[in-house]
């Protein structure tokens, strides 16, 4: 479901003085809007068009870090500009700010107005033409879980995130009693993004204290992961206006599981049919879900930094926490890396456990979509399904360190060919820069273990 305002309807509400401010917003490598605040009345002018951001905000980090060596922009070369172009399609009212409206934008090269390659946005849109090509449209959904803090995000960094509180004092998975204490969060945060023309379905408690779920209906693969940033962003703001933190980190604390962003996948045909439904084949699994599933478990150690992206995200990787540790799949099975889901109805589809809260969804699905096509290009044989505990088995692991996984992204041949090597370059580089900063701090843990003892 795209945005919810047509350029028209803006120019209505912008001349009634209902809308003042238009936020203009381009997807970052870390899956963060990044963009401008316009005057309304600017922006459905001129600004509509058209608008310029510095070519750094693809070469960051999570600190906003101007990281050397990228090829694509750097001190040597000035950062120069980009142009965000608005995609008008995703256009919405945005509830919880006062007079606000808010539009996604394509990220392009300032002199020949092509796409970046690299932006996220772009890498997806690819993926999604090759599958378009062949006649198949991705259907994607995200389950998006995350923290809820009592505390208020200034207060917690003025403590230095020492004393972090979560929001209930036990784990609330489907908890009914306790989720009706955080309404004033939860319910502000299901409404605020239906408001916004995102079409919310649930939200819930999760297996954690303090742990929260929310659900969005499935869509195409550039809407789902375009509701999944808008959800983002939304979930912080209000619950920044409550007084309250919230953190899509993968795993905020060892003694908690993580949060997790399950991606549900399946393919349609161009009439609509579903292309992973054939009700005489085994699970009602057709042999074309058979072979994009093949090409996802052959291919996953070389996606997995895309599905978890940095240091921290491999610490959710444990077992008996409902995060997977092999790349095995299953039947309804929460313990493997793939669970299908839906057998014998129309709806089967699979679900990816792998990625955690901190993932960027465009980078994510474009990834899988990738493997995906190389498994039907190759025809490959599904292996058996899996059964029992997948904690146990000895299936193929996914990577143990951000390390490994950077190191499998750069040898991949199948992303090279489906992404281009620029941009598999462009974020091994992030990956590995990350594994740098890490590698140079000294934790409270290590500081905790060894000031007396070593």
């Given at each position: 479901?795209p945005?919810?305002?047509?350029?028209?309807?803006?120019?209505?509400?912008?001349?009634?003085?209902?809308?003042?401010?238009?936020?203009?917003?381009?997807?970052?490598?870390?899956?963060?809007?990044?963009?401008?605040?316009?005057?309304?009345?600017?922006?459905?002018?001129?600004?509509?068009?058209?608008?310029?951001?510095?070519?750094?905000?693809?070469?960051?980090?999570?600190?906003?870090?101007?990281?050397?060596?990228?090829?694509?922009?750097?001190?040597?070369?000035?950062?120069?500009?980009?142009?965000m172009?608005?995609?008008?399609?995703?256009?919405?009212?945005?509830?919880?700010?006062?007079?606000?409206?808010?539009?996604?934008?394509?990220?392009?090269?300032?002199?020949?107005?092509a796409?970046?390659?690299?932006?996220?946005?772009?890498?997806?849109?690819?993926q999604?033409?090759?599958?378009?090509?062949?006649?198949?449209?991705?259907?994607?959904?995200?389950?998006?879980?995350?923290?809820?803090?009592?505390?208020?995000?200034?207060?917690?960094?003025?403590?230095?995130?020492?004393?972090?509180?979560?929001?209930?004092?036990?784990?609330?998975?489907?908890?009914?009693?306790?989720?009706?204490?955080?309404?004033?969060?939860?319910?502000?945060?299901?409404?605020?993004?239906?408001?916004?023309?995102?079409?919310?379905?649930?939200?819930?408690?999760?297996?954690?204290?303090?742990?929260?779920?929310?659900?969005?209906?499935?869509?195409?693969a550039?809407?789902?992961?375009?509701?999944?940033?808008?959800?983002?962003?939304?979930?912080k703001?209000i619950?920044?206006?409550?007084?309250?933190?919230?953190t899509?980190?993968?795993?905020?604390?060892?003694?908690?599981?993580?949060?997790?962003?399950?991606?549900h996948?399946?393919?349609?045909?161009?009439?609509?049919?579903?292309?992973?439904?054939?009700?005489?084949?085994?699970?009602?699994?057709?042999?074309?879900?058979?072979?994009?599933?093949?090409?996802?478990?052959?291919?996953?150690?070389?996606?997995?930094?895309?599905?978890?992206?940095?240091?921290?995200?491999?610490?959710?990787?444990?077992?008996?926490?409902?995060?997977?540790?092999?790349?095995?799949?299953?039947?309804?099975?929460r313990?493997?890396?793939?669970?299908?889901?839906?057998?014998?109805?129309?709806a089967?589809?699979?679900?990816?456990?792998?990625?955690?809260?901190?993932?960027?969804?465009?980078?994510?699905?474009?990834?899988?979509?990738?493997?995906?096509?190389?498994?039907?290009?190759?025809?490959?044989?599904?292996?058996?399904?899996?059964?029992?505990?997948?904690?146990?088995?000895?299936?193929?692991?996914?990577?143990?360190?951000?390390?490994?996984?950077a190191?499998?992204l750069?040898?991949?041949?199948?992303l090279?060919?489906?992404?281009?090597?620029?941009?598999?370059?462009?974020?091994?580089?992030?990956?590995?820069?990350?594994?740098?900063?890490?590698?140079?701090?000294?934790?409270?843990?290590?500081?905790?273990?060894?000031?007396e003892?070593?």
């Amino acid at each position: 479901m795209p945005g919810n305002l047509t350029h028209d309807s803006l120019k209505a509400a912008v001349a009634s003085g209902s809308i003042d401010t238009v936020l203009a917003c381009g997807v970052d490598m870390q899956g963060r809007l990044m963009g401008k605040r316009f005057h309304a009345q600017h922006f459905v002018d001129s600004a509509w068009r058209e608008t310029h951001c510095c070519n750094y905000l693809l070469a960051t980090d999570l600190e906003m870090h101007t990281v050397p060596g990228y090829a694509s922009s750097s001190w040597q070369a000035g950062y120069g500009d980009y142009v965000m172009q608005p995609d008008m399609t995703t256009l919405r009212h945005i509830p919880w700010l006062e007079g606000t409206a808010l539009v996604l934008c394509d990220i392009l090269d300032h002199h020949t107005h092509a796409e970046v390659p690299h932006s996220p946005r772009a890498i997806l849109k690819r993926q999604v033409a090759r599958l378009e090509a062949m006649g198949l449209r991705a259907m994607m959904a995200t389950e998006l879980e995350f923290f809820l803090f009592r505390e208020s995000y200034d207060a917690l960094r003025d403590s230095n995130f020492a004393g972090l509180t979560p929001i209930s004092g036990y784990n609330e998975d489907y908890h009914i009693f306790q989720t009706t204490k955080e309404e004033d969060v939860m319910r502000a945060i299901r409404n605020g993004l239906y408001g916004a023309g995102i079409p919310v379905e649930n939200s819930k408690g999760e297996a954690e204290a303090g742990q929260e779920e929310i659900n969005v209906r499935y869509s195409d693969a550039l809407d789902t992961a375009d509701n999944h940033s808008v959800v983002k962003n939304g979930c912080k703001e209000i619950a920044w206006s409550k007084g309250r933190a919230v953190t899509f980190m993968a795993k905020w604390h060892h003694d908690r599981v993580g949060s997790s962003s399950h991606v549900h996948m399946s393919l349609l045909h161009a009439d609509g049919a579903s292309a992973f439904h054939d009700p005489d084949a085994p699970d009602t699994m057709s042999a074309l879900m058979r072979q994009f599933t093949a090409g996802q478990l052959a291919h996953t150690a070389e996606i997995c930094y895309f599905l978890a992206p940095y240091v921290n995200s491999y610490k959710r990787f444990q077992s008996g926490t409902f995060a997977p540790t092999s790349t095995v799949w299953s039947t309804d099975n929460r313990t493997a890396g793939y669970r299908l889901c839906g057998a014998g109805t129309k709806a089967v589809r699979m679900e990816c456990r792998i990625g955690g809260a901190d993932l960027n969804p465009y980078l994510a699905m474009a990834a899988l979509i990738a493997a995906g096509i190389a498994g039907i290009e190759g025809q490959m044989e599904l292996p058996p399904a899996f059964a029992g505990d997948a904690y146990a088995g000895d299936a193929p692991a996914l990577p143990r360190t951000l390390r490994d996984a950077a190191d499998t992204l750069e040898g991949s041949a199948m992303l090279r060919a489906a992404f281009g090597d620029a941009v598999i370059d462009h974020y091994t580089h992030a990956a590995r820069w990350e594994v740098s900063q890490a590698d140079r701090v000294v934790t409270d843990w290590e500081v905790q273990r060894g000031f007396e003892r070593c």
